[in-house]
C-alpha cells in the first residue's frame, strides 16, 4: 500500500461526491431531519432523552452503511475499480481511501447530526459533549466500513439492500432501543452483546446519562474500532475487480 495513493483515491471520491447534491443531503441533513423528527413524535415527554442517544447510534450508521456500499459497488460495475487495479493500485489502496475518504464525510455528518440534537432537539448530555462526539464518529466509521464489506459481496444495488437484513437489522433489533439487551432471552442477550451498534449505543447513552466513567466508554469504542479494522481488512481480501 501507498500513502499518496490512498490519498488519491480518497480525493477522487470526495470529488465525485462533491457534484452530487443528492448525495450530500443524504449524508448531512437526513440524519437530522429523522432524529428532529423523533423528538418532535415524543414532544413534551422523556422518551426523547431516553432514546436520543439511540438515534444518534441509528440513523447516521444506516446512511454511512447504504452510502458506502452502494458507491463502492458503482465503481465495480462500472468498470472503474478495473481500470483501477490494472495500474499501480492495490486494492489496500482503494479500501482504504474509500475508508479515509467516507470518514471525513462521517466527521462532517456527526458533527452536523450531534449539534442538531444537542442544540435544537434538546437533547440533554450529562458528559462530555466531546466524547459523544467521538463516540458517533466511531459509529459513524462503523457503517462505513461495514459497507465497504457489503459491497465486496453484493453485485447489484438491489442486493445491497437485501444484505441489511444481516448487516444491520439484527444489530437494531438487539442492540437495546426496543427492550433493554439484559431483559432478552439469553442466547440473543450474548449475541447483542457481541454487536458493534450494541456497544455504540450503551457508550453514546453512558455519555448522554453521566452514569459511567470513560474507561467504560473508551473500552466500548475500542470494541467497535476493531469490528472496523476487521471490516475493512475483509473487504479488502475479498474485493473484486468487476462485477459479471
Known amino acids: 500500500m501507498n500513502p499518496m495513493r490512498t490519498l488519491a483515491t480518497a480525493g477522487r471520491v470526495l470529488m465525485q461526491i462533491r457534484h452530487d447534491p443528492r448525495t450530500i443531503a443524504l449524508l448531512l441533513v437526513v440524519p437530522s431531519l429523522l432524529i428532529g423528527l423523533v423528538a418532535w413524535i415524543f414532544d413534551e415527554t422523556s422518551v426523547f432523552a431516553d432514546i436520543g442517544p439511540a438515534m444518534l447510534a441509528l440513523f447516521p450508521f444506516i446512511v454511512m452503511f447504504l452510502v458506502t456500499s452502494i458507491g463502492t459497488l458503482r465503481e465495480r460495475r462500472s468498470g472503474t475499480l478495473e481500470r483501477l487495479l490494472s495500474m499501480p493500485l492495490g486494492r489496500g489502496d482503494f479500501i482504504l481511501g474509500y475508508t479515509l475518504a467516507f470518514?471525513?464525510?462521517?466527521?462532517?455528518?456527526?458533527?452536523v447530526a450531534v449539534a442538531y440534537a444537542t442544540w435544537v432537539c434538546g437533547l440533554e448530555i450529562e458528559g462530555s459533549v466531546w466524547m459523544l462526539f467521538v463516540v458517533a464518529?466511531?459509529?459513524a466509521l462503523l457503517g462505513t466500513a461495514l459497507g465497504l464489506l457489503a459491497s465486496a459481496f453484493a453485485r447489484t444495488e438491489?442486493?445491497?439492500v437485501q444484505f441489511m437484513p444481516v448487516f444491520v437489522f439484527p444489530q437494531i433489533l438487539l442492540g437495546g432501543i426496543f427492550l433493554p439487551r439484559d431483559q432478552l432471552p439469553d442466547v440473543l442477550e450474548v449475541i447483542g452483546d457481541w454487536m458493534p451498534l450494541s456497544h455504540a449505543i450503551d457508550a453514546l447513552t453512558a455519555v448522554s446519562t453521566g452514569d459511567e466513567d470513560a474507561g467504560y466508554?473508551?473500552?466500548?469504542?475500542?470494541?467497535?474500532?476493531?469490528?472496523i479494522v476487521g471490516a475493512i481488512v475483509v473487504g479488502s481480501l475479498t474485493l473484486r475487480r468487476r462485477t459479471p
Not at 470518514?103 to 458533527?111: D, F, K, N, P, R
Not at 466508554?217 to 469490528?227: D, E, G, K, S
Request: with cysteine; proline share 0%.
Open 137 to 139: 464518529i466511531a459509529d
Open 158 to 160: 438491489f442486493q445491497v
Open 217 to 227: 466508554v473508551w473500552l466500548r469504542i475500542l470494541f467497535i474500532a476493531c469490528w
Open 103 to 111: 470518514g471525513l464525510l462521517a466527521v462532517a455528518q456527526t458533527t
